[in-house]
């Protein structure tokens, strides 16, 4: 039996990845800060995984509880992920997001016999690119805290892969499913659609609408992380659909999935929702995942907003129907 460590398997990628290591037969084990909804949530669904509470700062509790469970595979999909939050938090988001990396990429090279880590990187650790598409050889310049935290783990992957350890990264574009959180854009948009189509809110505020991102299914992204995971030979992958569009294509499309005629008069842009340093355009190019892991999108750009829309408009029914 495989077993399994993932960090941040409460959260979107980490769930999903996690209900296929489950369906696999894995005996599969998380890290979790505490217990919120989603680890609750996660635990109902999946009795039989082990959650273990702990602190990606804390690197001796972290390679402690490496060196007990050594597992054969290893998962990072925990740290700070929102950019506006970065930040709004630059040094914890750096001990987080790109210091705690170090830590577990050290256990893992002390555990005896074979392991694999996977580490989860980031289209923002190019920052603004001056073309597009971006593939592996695309030269790394992040421009924001959550970035540059990014652009570390990724580079400490690199040196501990040349010393023996085997790490696949996957240099994922924006994905998306039901599991974000309202605090992405995405899932912002997707929930005002359905609350706006039942009449339960008026309009709904964003930041930059002419924003250009590379948006993709997440388990589609999770099925990526497994294959770079399993290869033959670890490696750097570009993990996106190859197509972009716009902020407001996004909304445009949520309406449309949600049934508004007049979306576009219910957007509101405010000053306040842009970021600094706002990347205009990023778009990746997938092509080495493609032909090495087999890799492929299966869901598309309108397909994925709709699944989103739908599950939103689905919850307010369903709490409309208990509240009745």
Same mark, same amino acid.
């Given at each position: ?138 030269? =790394? +310049? ?5 970035? $540059? %935290?990014?652009?570390? /783990?990724?580079?400490?992957? !690199?040196?501990?892969? &040349? ?75 570009? =993990? +996106? ?5 716009? $902020? %407001?294509?996004?909304? /445009?499309?949520?309406?449309? !999935?949600?049934?508004? &005629? ?63």
């Amino acid at each position: 039996m495989t077993r399994v460590f993932i960090t941040g398997i409460s959260g979107q990628d980490g769930s999903y990845l996690a209900d296929r290591l489950v369906a696999e037969g894995a005996e599969v084990h998380g890290l979790i800060r505490g217990w919120d909804d989603d680890a609750r949530a996660l635990h109902e669904r999946h009795p039989g995984i082990d959650l273990h509470e702990g602190d990606l700062s804390d690197a001796t509790g972290l390679a402690d509880l490496v060196r007990g469970l050594a597992p054969s595979e290893i998962y990072n999909l925990a740290g700070i992920s929102s950019v506006a939050q970065s930040w709004r938090e630059p040094v914890l988001t750096g001990q987080i997001t790109g210091v705690a990396v170090t830590a577990l990429l050290d256990a893992a090279s002390r555990l005896p016999g074979e392991v694999r880590v996977f580490q989860a990187s980031s289209s923002e650790i190019f920052g603004d690119p001056e073309h597009a598409p971006q593939d592996e050889s695309t030269p =790394i +310049a992040p421009n924001s805290p959550y970035g $540059v %935290a990014k652009a570390y /783990a990724h580079r400490m992957a !690199a040196l501990f892969r &040349a010393r023996g350890l085997f790490v696949a990264t996957g240099i994922l574009y924006n994905h998306e499913s039901p599991r974000r959180p309202e605090a992405f854009v995405t899932r912002k948009i997707t929930a005002a659609a359905a609350r706006i189509s039942l009449g339960l809110q008026e309009t709904l505020e964003l930041g930059d609408l002419t924003v250009e991102r590379d948006w993709g299914w997440a388990p589609d992204y999770v099925d990526a992380m497994l294959r770079a995971t399993r290869h033959d030979v670890p490696g750097d992958f570009v =993990i +996106a659909t190859g197509k972009s569009h716009t $902020v %407001a294509d996004f909304v /445009a499309a949520a309406f449309r !999935a949600a049934g508004v &005629a007049d979306g576009a008069d219910r957007v509101r842009v405010n000053p306040e929702f842009i970021r600094p340093a706002e990347i205009s355009r990023m778009r990746g190019d997938a092509g080495r995942a493609r032909a090495e892991l087999g890799w492929a999108p299966s869901v598309d750009f309108d397909g994925l907003v709709s699944r989103m829309v739908e599950h939103d408009l689905s919850l307010i029914r369903e709490g409309a129907g208990s509240a009745g």
